[in-house]
Nanobody
Framework: VQLVESGGGLVQAGGSLRLSCAAS????????MGWFRQAQGNKREFVAV????????YYSDSVKGRFTISRDNAKNTVYLQMNSLKPEDTALYYC???????????????????WGQGTLVTVSS
């Protein structure tokens, strides 16, 4: 699976962005997909994860209620809708895929086999 993120940019606090992650490869619908982020000087942290069908979604406490993860398996794309953005959301955002057919939801980065190159989100105060 190859992953390409897009949709990052500069936004004022309180604004919204939608990130997209386009995946190549025929196993997309069998991959648990996640979003992670890494702020400068910090380690990579979990943001959100979605199961194969999209029925189950989990979020970090820091984004719960503001961010929404979704997927369109027909388009091989996973999304991250980010609302009510805060300056502390500023980071490089990565899309990641677990190996196909795994069913356990994981929030640790080590559990993900494939990564995109990241898209930068900057929130100004």
């Amino acid at each position: 699976v190859q992953l390409v993120e897009s949709g990052g940019g500069l936004v004022q606090a309180g604004g919204s962005l939608r990130l997209s992650c386009a995946a190549s490869g025929h196993t997309f619908s069998s991959n648990i997909m996640g979003w992670f982020r890494q702020a400068q000087g910090n380690k990579r942290e979990f943001v959100a994860v979605i199961t194969w069908s999209g029925d189950n979604k989990y979020y970090s406490d820091s984004v719960k209620g503001r961010f929404t993860i979704s997927r369109d398996n027909a388009k091989n794309t996973v999304y991250l809708q980010m609302n009510s953005l805060k300056p502390e959301d500023t980071a490089l955002y990565y899309c990641a895929a677990r190996a196909p057919h795994l069913t356990v939801v994981r929030t640790d980065a080590n559990a993900y086999a494939h990564w995109g190159q990241g898209t930068l989100v900057t929130v100004s105060s």
